[in-house]
């Protein structure tokens, strides 16, 4: 406490308060080793001031002076000046021989002074305006610093050194957010807070920042080291490389106009640069408003090697002439600031947007003159929209905390940020924060822009997901149905800890960002059957599998055993039953029902059973009309779970905000089932099949069936469990007809020069130039295995560059569980190339089957949605939805059996 009660008195001695011209120019002008006169000590053509009043803070500063983090530099730059009284003008020549004997104190102020930046420990920092929250662009410049800083206290030499450091530019007062509160004795900004939030949320704490003011270099605010800045330009007036400048507006604008129609670059003309000294005493001492400027040598050029663009360098005298350091106010300029801070604070590379490049001209003249040694700098490019144009609000979410709040994972959004510039020379785009630090490099920092892809964000949040076990996300899932009131206020805890078990569960499979399995639940408690037939849309899904017969004497048959009280409904006491395998582990994959014998998962699927056997009918014919009159949709989760979710909804002492939510209760489904089968024109109520619309053919199927269903023992009826567990049944993305998938030979295999991990192939697939296409295969298998072999191409994805190889196509593979194992899909050796490759159960020939164009595949994320449901079978066969991959010539096989088709 008594630290923190130092840490007030040292504020409110700091001097937050912008100082008056007058001041100013006595503090400018005076000796750095104060001195105090009495009125007996002033020559007698000096006009004396009353002295102000000042608080004695030695006593204070003794005392923190014996606190571990005072070091060097770390209060002087807070302190300095306060215990000054205003004196009179002194010519330059008598401050710069009074400035001799304090050169040794800003000698010491830059640490890395007479020392190369690039052999250093790095020192990085990231210096956001407190102007709001942090956005997709600041994020990323972040994050570049931070990896790199970790990076390098990962090393052995200098590990301690390296420090990421978090420096607030609040000297624009103007687009600063006010409001200023009091917590523990230290100050805070509303939009820093928030700056500061999203940092910590994204995981990139800081080692020294704004909350560490005794850090070794703080204080880490712009507007709490004025003192600094005012001292630095003092030296720079009394060295001669400053000056002031008591030009008007007026006289400035009329400078403007007259070099504009003289068809010139508007530049200060220097007409103060070297002004009578006498004359700058008098104006001074007459109260006149005045800036300082920098003076500019003649003739010079600035020239940085940056890390990203190259050589870049401007002709300084030519492009800004002499610059202003300090306002008439007395509030340094932003990049004056900048330079000092990077010089005093030791920073040894400066990664930061391109749009800062024009400011490392002026950055750099300031440094040269104090003899601090320039930064590595590198500047990225900036991040677009998908219409190529800055990316902004008008985009979507760019601000951290709004994709925060819609869902998505720090560790994720870090490993996108880091994709959006930057690559690691393989195909690898998931990284772990442990993976990207180790990985990262600054000299693979790509030069052109990169797009800004929700799409893809999704896809790798989607890939993060999946690394946690459902127990592992209950909280984050908890916070977003907190987001959209869908939970009350204080609920019992073990039956809020259930429904959202239950939501996390069933969403788990399908979710992209947390917040979809919040949607998804609300989407499973509603309830979007139509009132009647007449409103269903002309074309819908719905409409049509109506029409074929099925549904509505699927529905009475729901319906009367409901009334009769035969149809199962969830068990209150086991509400959990659906969600949980035998193990007690949490069920995610759609295809599996949970339940032990005599739940009511079990219970359901032998009425549907009976069902089948009952009105003959099996697979989609009897699943889709059962899924829609039940939940109200055609597509969507196991219908078991589902009833189980809502059953929590909508059961006594329920966890749910039901009207948030929008729950529509089991019984209220009911009766309005009831009315839309009621609204079902005759000529659908009776299946086609069973009216003969399908010819003899299918009375004789049917026939076939009947009879069969009359030998076959119990357990091996027509409705198996394969049947209502078929993987189709439950898919919801795009049609597999959409890949272009075709036969292709590899004639040509060799390393790519710069990434460890990839092979560079060209690939015969029918076209009358090969593809060429970069694989991550080389870890795995030689390339005189791979010359040669017939292989499945995808082919209609974009061309891109990877490690800099344009590649267009990928080369399907297949994988174990844990990726170890990776092997070519075995092509039969008679399949043509060229071919397409088929999937049966679909029509790749009509007008339909024909694939998506590039950019649709890419835009949509196609092949992401597909692939989850590619994998091989027990017996090694590469299957869509348990349907394998044919060609001409058979079908396809592989070495590796359960694993994953990519």
């Given at each position: 406490?008594?630290f923190l009660m ?7 001695t700091?001097?937050?308060i ?13 000796p ?10 002033h020559p ?9 009043p000042r608080?004695n803070?030695?006593?204070?500063l003794s005392?923190l ?6 070091k060097?530099?770390?209060l002087?730059?807070?302190?300095a000046?306060?215990?000054e ?7 330059t020549?008598?401050?710069t021989n009074n ?9 010491t102020?830059f640490?890395?002074?007479g020392k190369?930046?690039l052999?250093?420990?790095?020192r ?6 407190p102007?709001?929250s ?8 972040a ?5 790199v ?9 200098g ?8 420096r ?5 007062l103007?687009r600063?957010?006010k409001?200023?509160f ?9 939009s ?7 940092l910590?949320?994204?995981g ?12 070794k270099?703080?204080p880490?605010?712009?507007?709490e080291r ?14 001669g490389?400053?000056?002031p ?9 009329a400078m403007?106009?007259?070099m504009e ?9 220097g ?9 700058v005493?008098?104006?001074i ?19 940085i090697?940056d ?6 360098s ?14 008439s106010s ?6 004056f600031?900048v330079?000092?801070?990077d010089?005093?604070?030791g920073?040894?590379t400066?990664i930061r947007?391109?749009?800062h490049?024009?400011?490392?001209l002026?950055?750099g003249?300031i ?5 601090a040694?320039?930064p590595r ?28 709040l ?9 490993n996108y940020?880091?994709?959006l ?6 195909d690898?785009?998931i990284f ?8 990262f ?7 052109s ?8 964000l999704k896809?790798v949040?989607?890939?993060?997901l999946?690394?946690f076990?459902?127990e592992d ?5 908890q916070?977003?149905?907190?987001f959209?009131g ?7 805890e ?5 429904f959202?078990f239950a939501s996390?569960a069933?969403a ?7 917040r ?14 139509p009132?009647?037939?007449a409103d269903?849309?002309?074309g819908?899904?719905?409409k049509?599998m109506?029409?074929q ?8 048959k729901i319906l ?7 149809f ?5 006491d ?12 949490a069920i ?24 089948a056997?009952?009105?003959n009918?099996k ?5 889709h009309?059962?899924?829609?009159a ?8 196991d219908?078991t779970?589902?009833l189980?979710l809502?059953?929590m ?5 329920s966890v749910?905000?039901?009207d948030a939510a929008?729950?529509v209760?089991?019984?209220a489904r009911?009766?309005r ?6 609204s ?10 069973a ?5 003899a053919?299918s009375?004789e ?10 030998t ?9 469990a394969?049947?209502?567990a ?8 795009p ?7 075709r036969v292709?030979r ?19 697939v029918?076209?009358?130039e090969p593809?060429?296409?970069?694989s991550g295969?080389?870890?795995?298998m030689s ?10 191409v ?8 990877l ?20 092997k ?8 043509k190339v060229?071919e397409r ?9 009509g007008e339909?089957?024909?694939p998506y ?7 949509k994320?196609v092949?992401e ?13 590469p299957?869509f939805c348990?349907?394998?991959?044919l060609?001409?010539?058979g079908?396809?096989?592989s070495?590796?059996?359960k694993?994953s088709?990519?």
């Amino acid at each position: 406490m008594r630290f923190l009660m130092a840490m007030v008195l040292l504020r409110m001695t700091s001097g937050f308060i912008t100082p008056t011209s007058q001041r100013t120019a006595s503090r400018l002008f005076r000796p750095l080793s104060t001195t105090v006169h009495n009125s007996n000590n002033h020559p007698a053509s000096s006009k004396l001031r009353r002295t102000r009043p000042r608080n004695n803070i030695d006593p204070l500063l003794s005392r923190l002076a014996l606190h571990p983090s005072f070091k060097d530099g770390a209060l002087w730059s807070t302190t300095a000046g306060t215990n000054e009284v205003d004196t009179p003008l002194t010519t330059t020549a008598a401050a710069t021989n009074n400035n001799d004997s304090n050169n040794a104190d800003f000698d010491t102020l830059f640490p890395n002074k007479g020392k190369n930046p690039l052999t250093l420990p790095p020192r990085m920092r990231f210096a956001p305006s407190p102007t709001g929250s942090l956005h997709v662009g600041g994020a990323r410049t972040a994050l570049y610093n931070w990896l790199v800083a970790k990076k390098g206290q990962l090393e052995e030499e200098g590990g301690k050194e390296a420090a990421f450091v978090l420096r607030v530019e609040d000297t624009d007062l103007a687009r600063s957010t006010k409001g200023r509160f009091w917590s523990l004795g230290v100050m805070w900004y509303e939009s820093e807070n928030s700056v500061l939030a999203d940092l910590t949320w994204l995981g990139l704490t800081w080692d020294e920042g704004p909350d560490t003011p005794l850090g070794k270099y703080g204080p880490y605010r712009q507007s709490e080291r004025s003192s600094l800045y005012i001292a630095i330009a003092r030296r720079l007036i009394a060295e001669g490389k400053a000056y002031p400048c008591f030009c008007t507006p007026e006289e400035l604008e009329a400078m403007k106009l007259k070099m504009e129609q003289e068809g010139l670059p508007p530049r200060y003309d220097g007409t103060w640069r070297d002004a009578d000294p006498e004359l700058v005493r008098q104006k001074i001492e007459a109260g006149d408003p005045y800036t300082v400027r920098f003076k500019v040598p003649p003739n010079s050029r600035v020239v940085i090697d940056d890390a990203v663009r190259g050589t870049v360098s401007w002709d300084a005298d030519a492009t800004v002439g002499d610059f202003i350091l300090l306002r008439s106010s007395g509030v340094p300029v932003y990049n004056f600031c900048v330079a000092v801070d990077d010089a005093a604070m030791g920073i040894t590379t400066v990664i930061r947007a391109e749009e800062h490049l024009t400011n490392t001209l002026r950055q750099g003249l300031i440094l040269d003159a104090l003899g601090a040694p320039r930064p590595r700098y590198a500047h990225c490019s900036l991040i677009l929209g998908e219409d190529k144009q800055k990316l902004s609000k008008r985009h979507g979410a760019t601000s951290c905390n709004q994709f925060r709040l819609d869902g998505f994972l720090p560790d994720a959004m870090i490993n996108y940020l880091a994709l959006l510039g930057w690559n690691d020379g393989t195909d690898n785009e998931i990284f772990t924060r442990d993976e990207l630090i180790e990985a990262f490099d600054i000299d693979r920092i790509v030069k052109s822009p990169s797009v800004f892809d929700m799409d893809k964000l999704k896809w790798v949040n989607s890939q993060h997901l999946k690394k946690f076990e459902v127990e592992d996300i209950l909280g984050l899932v908890q916070q977003q149905l907190e987001f959209l009131g869908m939970v009350k206020e204080g609920a019992e805890e073990g039956k809020l800890r259930d429904f959202v078990f239950a939501s996390t569960a069933l969403a788990k499979q399908m979710m992209e960002t947390t917040r979809d399995a919040a949607e998804n639940a609300k989407t499973v408690m509603g309830y979007n059957l139509p009132a009647s037939y007449a409103d269903l849309p002309d074309g819908s899904e719905a409409k049509e599998m109506i029409e074929q017969g099925n549904f509505y004497g699927i529905s009475m048959k729901i319906l009367e055993m409901y009334d009769a009280g035969t149809f199962p409904t969830p068990d209150a006491d086991n509400l959990l039953a659906a969600f949980m395998d035998g193990s007690n582990k949490a069920i995610v994959e759609d295809t599996v029902i949970g339940g032990e014998e005599g739940s009511y998962p079990m219970k359901y699927k032998e009425t549907m059973k009976a069902i089948a056997k009952d009105m003959n009918v099996k697979g989609k014919n009897l699943f889709h009309p059962v899924r829609l009159a039940l939940t109200g949709e055609m597509s969507g989760q196991d219908v078991t779970k589902q009833l189980s979710l809502l059953a929590m909804a909508t059961g006594e002492h329920s966890v749910v905000n039901a009207d948030a939510a929008g729950v529509v209760p089991f019984d209220a489904r009911i009766e309005r089932l009831k009315s839309f089968c009621a609204s079902i024109p005759e000529q659908f109520r009776v299946s086609k099949a069973a009216s003969g619309g399908d010819s003899a053919k299918s009375d004789e199927k049917s026939s076939k069936n009947a009879a069969k269903a009359d030998t076959t023992p119990k357990e091996e009826s027509v409705t198996t469990a394969s049947a209502i567990a078929d993987p189709l049944d439950g898919y919801t993305g795009p049609p597999i007809t959409a890949l272009d998938i075709r036969v292709g030979r590899i004639t040509k295999v060799w390393t790519h020069e710069e990434a460890d991990k990839l092979y560079c192939e060209e690939i015969d697939v029918g076209e009358a130039e090969p593809r060429k296409i970069a694989s991550g295969l080389r870890p795995y298998m030689s390339a005189e295995d791979m010359e040669g072999r017939l292989v499945l191409v995808l082919c209609n994805l974009k061309e891109r560059k990877l490690a800099g190889f344009p590649s267009h196509g990928m080369v399907l593979c297949a994988s174990n569980q844990d990726h170890t194992e990776v092997k070519l899909v075995s092509v039969p050796v008679e399949a043509k190339v060229g071919e397409r490759v088929t999937v049966p159960g679909f029509d790749f020939e009509g007008e339909e089957g024909q694939p998506y164009p590039e950019n649709k595949i890419g835009k949509k994320k196609v092949f992401e949605q597909i692939a989850p449901f590619l994998a091989t079978s027990e017996y090694g066969v590469p299957e869509f939805c348990g349907r394998p991959l044919l060609t001409s010539a058979g079908v396809c096989t592989s070495p590796i059996a359960k694993g994953s088709v990519a």
